[in-house]
């Protein structure tokens, strides 16, 4: 029989006073007060249940709660409805029970289930359980078999070397196998590097350094490892749980353990042991142990973690040096003593030799003495040259030497040197300049400064003459010469110099006769006036007779300008002159560019070089609208993710047939199209770490851009961080537009 009695539902409270009569209460409780005598105190249970108007007054006040109590009392007489009832609240009653008393409450029976079910299906189990023990019983039996090859292949390749029979003696000696000392002399390696990543963002947790290990930025690595995982589980179409077990670079090798909420990565110096897994695994399961909520809800705030680098720190002191056999010490012992006489010996010759040579080389570089010829022979030194009477004394150099004078035989015959500094003795005695004159010797030159009377000028330029070819020069120039006529010379002279070094004045012909000057030569129009750069020179002007004959320079100053002239430029190109090459920079129409063209030709035929190079032509239109489309396009990314999701796949191919037509396009009208990738973050977490990721999720793009056919050498990459963002992060939108990749297009 079924029972049409509700659910249990705890009574609701009246949202109005609607249910109660109050008038009908008011005087019914009237009523009851004038027919109760007030110095009678009646009982609540003495109160006459026969009177009516106190059953009216029950069902007023707890009328609700006597029919609710009796519609329960019938509820719980029915075992259907109970479980209906009891079902609907479990739920909310089991969430809000403690969790010590609620475990002791439902452990057996949830054990017993248990227990039933694997008894009557056990097969449940095992699907449950194989996609979680079979990767890491498969990992395993692999870390075991290519420890074996790895030991066989060692003791394969010394086997048969002078190194593996000294590894074989010490075998025998210390009692371990053959194949372990082989790994223990072969196997040298050291831990570098230990990077501790977040796996669901890919954020930097910890990161640990060796002594004298160097790297890049640790956080800019950690997002590079990870968007490399992200990427070849997108191409590859791999599971979540796989990743990348090892790389290597040369020595370098890259060993990564994954775990629930992190990745180890250790960076690994060397040829390391493949039991080094199982050490480098233990350290990840011990943070896991220690540091698993911590790890689940990290946002790149390490603080919470502050242990972590403790036990990274273990995984950095792993290393195995080469322990070397020492040398044969008593062997060595007596072959040095056999040597010592015969090395004491040797080395006395030796000595002298050396203290003899010595000798020798301090005489080599005397000035004035040149050594021809020097040998040691039954014990006595000689030695033969030339020497000139100013140079120093052979024998008094003896002293210091420690070479015995009675053992040395010389011959030395007599020589003027060359030297300037004895040159300069002999010019001071043969020409006793005047005290207004000063000889000094500047980079092997003999230099005259000051100023005489033409008689010492004339015997000083005659020694001049006379000196012996290969010695020092001697330069009278800076002697003046104090007569009048060699002043006024000496303003002209520097007044022809001045106009010399004057652009677009070419000086063919000048000369002084009678008193007066007389000059000719070629003159550009725009070149300085050689009347007005007599002011100041000390040359009367009435004495000084000109002919210039008009000729353009080919200084490029003078060209500029006239070619500003003739071309008549737009204001858009800038006309420069780098190492006298005339440089056009700028933009301008086909057509100029083909007249400036023109002119570079004629103006190469003249020596002259102007390049045009880097002159850009006006953008086509249909060019412009193709850039402003693409440049429209943001390929975004999920928070801390640097790899797009599979919703920016079509943005991705689109992007990739715009930029492939556009440089199609721009090599037919004659320019280079060339596209910057700019990465962005937004503002959640540091600085370091957003600037990391933006530059990976520009190396993302332009890989998958390259994938799609898009030539690499025209992409170029760079990451922004949060320093350019595209909305302002308290915007509803703001965060998640920053998350993105940009593009710009340049022409070339």
């Known amino acids: 029989m079924t029972s049409t009695v509700d659910p249990i539902s705890?009574?609701?409270?009246?949202?109005?006073?609607?249910?109660?009569?109050?008038?009908?209460?008011?005087?019914?409780?009237?009523?009851?007060?004038?027919?109760?005598?007030p110095d009678y105190r009646a009982r609540f249970d003495g109160v006459p249940t026969a009177d009516p108007r106190m059953e009216t007054l029950r069902q007023l006040l707890v009328g609700r709660e006597i029919s609710e109590l009796s519609r329960v009392t019938h509820l719980l007489d029915e075992p259907e409805q109970l479980a209906s009832a009891v079902g609907g609240v479990l739920p909310s009653a089991a969430a809000r029970a403690p969790y010590a008393q609620l475990g002791e409450a439902l452990a057996p029976a949830v054990e017993r289930a248990v227990q039933?079910?694997?008894?009557?299906?056990?097969?449940t189990l095992t699907d449950i359980l194989y996609p979680v023990f079979l990767p890491a019983i498969r990992k395993s039996i692999g870390e075991k078999i290519d420890q074996t090859f790895q030991s066989l292949n060692e003791?394969?390749?010394?086997?048969?070397?002078?190194?593996?029979?000294?590894?074989?003696?010490?075998?025998?000696?210390?009692?371990?196998?053959?194949?372990?000392?082989?790994?223990?002399?072969?196997?040298?390696?050291?831990?570098?590097?230990?990077?501790?990543?977040?796996?669901?963002?890919?954020?930097?947790?910890?990161?640990?350094?060796?002594?004298?290990?160097?790297?890049?930025?640790?956080?800019?690595?950690?997002?590079?490892?990870?968007?490399?995982?992200?990427?070849?589980?997108?191409s590859f179409n791999e599971k979540e749980q796989s990743g990348l077990d090892t790389i290597r670079f040369g020595e370098l090798r890259l060993w990564s353990e994954v775990g629930p909420f992190a990745t180890l990565v250790a960076v690994i110096r060397g040829n390391p042991p493949e039991e080094l897994h199982e050490i480098i695994r233990d350290v990840l399961l011990r943070i896991h142990d220690e540091c698993s909520q911590a790890?689940?809800?990290?946002?790149?705030?390490?603080?919470?973690?502050?242990?972590?680098?403790?036990?990274?720190?273990?995984?950095?002191?792993?290393?195995?040096?080469?322990?070397?056999?020492?040398?044969?010490?008593?062997?060595?012992?007596?072959?040095?003593?056999?040597?010592?006489?015969?090395?004491?010996?040797f080395f006395l010759s030796?000595?002298?030799?050396?203290?003899?040579?010595?000798?020798?080389?301090?005489?080599?570089?005397?000035?004035?003495?040149?050594?021809?010829?020097?040998?040691?022979?039954?014990?006595?030194?000689?030695?033969?040259?030339l020497r000139d009477p100013l140079a120093a004394d052979p024998q008094s150099l003896l002293s210091g030497t420690q070479v015995d004078p009675a053992r040395v035989h010389s011959h030395w015959q007599f020589y003027q040197s060359l030297e300037p500094e004895f040159v300069?003795?002999?010019?001071?005695?043969?020409?006793?300049?005047?005290?207004?004159?000063?000889?000094?010797?500047?980079?092997?030159?003999?230099?005259?400064?000051?100023?005489?009377?033409?008689?010492?000028?004339?015997?000083?330029?005659?020694?001049?003459?006379?000196?012996?070819?290969?010695?020092?020069?001697?330069?009278?120039?800076?002697?003046?010469?104090?007569?009048?006529?060699?002043?006024?010379?000496?303003?002209?002279?520097?007044?022809?110099?001045?106009?010399?070094?004057?652009?677009?004045?070419?000086?063919?012909?000048?000369?002084?006769?009678?008193?007066?000057?007389?000059?000719?030569?070629?003159?550009?129009?725009?070149?300085?006036?050689?009347?007005?750069?007599?002011?100041?020179?000390?040359?009367?002007?009435?004495?000084?007779?000109?002919?210039?004959?008009?000729?353009?320079?080919?200084?490029?100053?003078?060209?500029?300008?006239?070619?500003?002239?003739?071309?008549?430029?737009?204001?858009?190109?800038?006309?420069?002159?780098?190492?006298?090459?005339?440089?056009?920079?700028?933009e301008a129409p086909a057509?100029?560019?083909?007249?400036?063209?023109?002119?570079?030709?004629?103006?190469?035929?003249?020596?002259?070089?102007?390049?045009?190079s880097e002159l850009r032509e006006l953008t086509p239109q249909e060019l412009t609208r193709l850039r402003e489309a693409i440049q429209a396009v943001d390929i975004f990314f999920d928070s801390g993710k640097a790899v797009p999701g599979p919703e920016q796949l079509p943005v991705l191919d689109k992007l990739a047939n715009q930029l492939k037509e556009l440089a199609k396009d721009a090599r037919k009208a004659g320019v280079t199209a060339q596209f910057m990738l700019t990465g962005h973050s937004d503002a959640v977490g540091r600085e370091t770490t957003n600037a990391s990721i933006s530059a990976a999720r520009a190396e993302t793009v332009r890989a998958l851009l390259k994938k799609r056919g898009v030539a690499p050498e025209s992409l170029l990459v760079r990451g922004a961080g949060t320093f350019e963002p595209a909305e302002t992060e308290n915007s509803r939108t703001g965060s998640s537009a920053n998350r993105r990749v940009s593009v710009t297009v340049n022409f070339h």
């Open 295 to 345: 790890l689940e809800q990290f946002d790149g705030d390490s603080s919470q973690l502050a242990g972590v680098e403790m036990q990274l720190q273990t995984c950095v002191e792993l290393k195995q040096e080469d322990s070397n056999q020492g040398f044969p010490w008593l062997v060595v012992a007596a072959v040095l003593l056999v040597l010592i006489p015969a090395g004491g010996w």
């Open 591 to 612: 057509a100029w560019i083909d007249r400036a063209r023109v002119a570079a030709q004629q103006l190469a035929a003249d020596g002259l070089s102007l390049e045009i």
């Open 10 to 37: 705890l009574p609701q409270a009246a949202s109005n006073d609607t249910e109660i009569d109050r008038e009908a209460l008011a005087s019914l409780l009237v009523e009851i007060a004038r027919n109760v005598d």
């Open 116 to 123: 039933r079910s694997i008894q009557k299906s056990p097969r």
């Open 424 to 586: 300069l003795k002999r010019l001071t005695a043969s020409l006793a300049p005047l005290d207004s004159v000063r000889l000094s010797i500047v980079n092997d030159r003999i230099i005259a400064e000051g100023e005489a009377p033409d008689t010492w000028i004339d015997r000083a330029r005659a020694a001049a003459r006379q000196l012996s070819a290969g010695g020092p020069e001697f330069d009278i120039s800076k002697v003046r010469d104090v007569s009048p006529e060699a002043r006024a010379a000496e303003h002209w002279q520097a007044y022809v110099s001045r106009l010399s070094t004057q652009p677009g004045i070419i000086v063919a012909e000048q000369k002084v006769r009678d008193g007066q000057f007389y000059i000719a030569g070629l003159r550009d129009p725009q070149a300085a006036d050689p009347q007005a750069l007599l002011s100041g020179t000390g040359v009367d002007p009435a004495r000084v007779h000109s002919q210039w004959q008009f000729y353009q320079s080919l200084d490029p100053k003078f060209v500029v300008k006239r070619l500003m002239a003739s071309l008549a430029p737009p204001d858009s190109v800038r006309f420069s002159i780098i190492k006298d090459r005339i440089v056009l920079v700028g």
């Open 155 to 234: 003791t394969l390749r010394h086997i048969f070397t002078w190194h593996g029979l000294k590894w074989r003696f010490e075998a025998w000696r210390t009692g371990a196998s053959f194949s372990e000392v082989v790994l223990k002399h072969s196997l040298v390696y050291r831990v570098e590097h230990v990077f501790l990543i977040n796996r669901n963002s890919g954020l930097l947790i910890a990161h640990v350094t060796a002594d004298n290990a160097t790297s890049e930025d640790p956080q800019l690595i950690s997002s590079m490892l990870s968007a490399i995982q992200d990427f070849v589980k997108d």
């Open 350 to 385: 030796w000595q002298s030799g050396q203290r003899w040579q010595a000798y020798v080389s301090r005489l080599s570089t005397q000035p004035g003495i040149i050594v021809a010829e020097q040998k040691m022979r039954d014990g006595q030194f000689y030695i033969a040259g």
